[in-house]
Each structure stands twice: as structure tokens, then as C-alpha cells.
């Protein structure tokens, strides 16, 4: 984890609160949909899977074939070649999933859901770089927060990268309905639709750094929850 330079809050006031007594009971449920933990570490996922084109239309993936060659590493830029190297790939429901390394965005999740994933799909498989995408998103490898700042930036939700201790302070508090932000003065994470992306193999049997999707963690104890607001 890097100092950064700063992010861009999403500020939120709270809801009013309701009486309990006017509320139905199934509005009184957690106001979050996407699971932040779990005691299960496999990723394997054999459904169905989709890619949404350059002009748009969504068409079956077809993985590349082993041994076919690939283009240069492009330091994570999201746009341009590094865009067309890693494919924007979909499938059906409200939760992200694992496939061939790379996070595959729900279809019922709202755009800027799908933007936060595909985003974070740019970076995967370069290395932990201390202080990586803090003095530019453009990084040839990235540190815990570089790697949320990167997603979220995808997304349009921040303009400038922050540290792990910013990130303490972004956003609205709490679980989000889509997004979760862990983090501390030392570390930070992310979880989306159901996938956490992260650069510590904590709880995750592969043990490989830098930025990846993993499982969900079984407890995030000691971290500050964040969500960006709305989501």
C-alpha cells in the first residue's frame, strides 16, 4: 500500500429512519444483495458465458486457443488494446464469475457494475508493484488500493487514485448493495457481485499475488467498510 493522491468522495447523507411498525418485514433485510464472505474457496463455474462486443451485441465466448498467440502486456491501460486483450465477458444473473482468470460481469447487474468488473479484468496477472497506479491509473503492476482505484476509476466513480487509509473515509458506510471496500491503513480490497478483488492471496488456495479475483474472504474483521453511493 502506497500513500496516493487523494479520491474523490461520494458523499451521502442518511436515510430516514421509518417506524419498524409501517415497514414490511421483508424490507427490514440487509439492504445488500451481493455476499461479502464465505466458507467456500472454489471459483469452478461451468455455466453459460457470454462477451459483449466492440459495437455492442452480446454473442457466445469463445476462449482463445492454447497456443495462440497473444499481444504485449500494455501496463493497464483500460482502454484501447489492453480493452480488446481482455474480452468483456457476461453472464446470466446477479453474480460475477470466475472464468479462465478473468471476472465475468452479471447481466442483471446495473452498467456501472459491469464497468467496476471489466475494469479490474484489465489489470489481472501483472505483478504487486508498492505504489503501483498512484502517480498514474497507467501502471505496469499495482498495490492493494492502486488495484481498487483502477476499477473503480473504470467506472467513472473516482478521478484520482487513494490509499488504503482514504479509501477508510470514500464513499457511503457500510456494506453496498453491489460494492464493498475494505480497508485500513495497510490494506485494501474489494469485493464485486459476489467476487473480491485483491492482491493478497489471504483465503485464497492459488497463493498468487498481485492483482487477481479470489474467493471471498471467511471474515473481514478490522477493516472499515465502504460502498460508493447508490450501489
Given amino acids: 500500500m502506497a500513500s496516493g493522491t487523494g479520491g474523490v468522495a461520494a458523499a451521502g447523507s442518511p436515510l430516514q429512519a421509518h417506524p419498524k411498525a409501517r415497514i414490511a418485514p421483508a424490507l427490514l433485510a440487509p439492504p445488500h444483495a451481493a455476499p461479502v464472505t464465505s466458507r467456500a474457496v472454489s471459483l469452478a463455474y461451468t455455466g453459460p458465458v457470454y462477451m459483449k462486443t466492440p459495437t455492442g451485441e452480446v454473442v457466445p465466448y469463445q476462449p482463445a486457443t492454447p497456443g495462440a498467440p497473444t499481444l504485449p502486456a ?6 484501447g488494446v489492453a480493452a480488446a486483450i481482455k474480452p468483456q465477458l457476461l453472464v446470466p444473473g446477479s453474480r460475477a464469475r470466475y472464468v479462465n482468470g478473468l471476472a465475468a460481469a452479471p447481466m442483471g447487474a446495473p452498467a456501472v457494475i459491469q464497468q467496476i468488473i471489466w475494469a479490474g479484468d484489465q489489470i489481472i496477472g501483472l505483478p504487486y508493484i508498492y505504489g503501483g497506479g498512484h502517480s498514474s491509473f497507467v501502471s505496469p503492476g499495482y498495490d492493494c488500493s492502486g488495484t481498487v ?21 470514500w464513499g457511503s458506510h457500510g456494506i453496498g448493495r453491489w460494492v464493498a471496500i475494505f480497508s485500513n491503513p495497510g ?3 474489494m469485493t464485486v457481485a459476489g467476487l473480491r478483488l485483491d492482491t ?11 492483482p487477481r479475483w479470489r474467493p471471498l474472504r471467511s471474515g473481514n474483521d478490522g477493516y472499515t467498510v465502504r460502498h460508493p453511493l447508490g450501489l
Fill in 200 to 210: 493478497s492471496a489471504a483465503d485464497d488456495p492459488s497463493n498468487q499475488q498481485g
Fill in 149 to 169: 482505484s483502477f476499477a473503480l476509476h473504470g467506472a467513472s466513480l473516482l478521478s484520482t487514485p487513494a490509499d488504503s487509509s482514504e479509501f477508510m473515509a
Fill in 187 to 189: 490494506h485494501a480490497y
Fill in 74 to 79: 500494455t501496463g493497464g491501460s483500460p482502454v
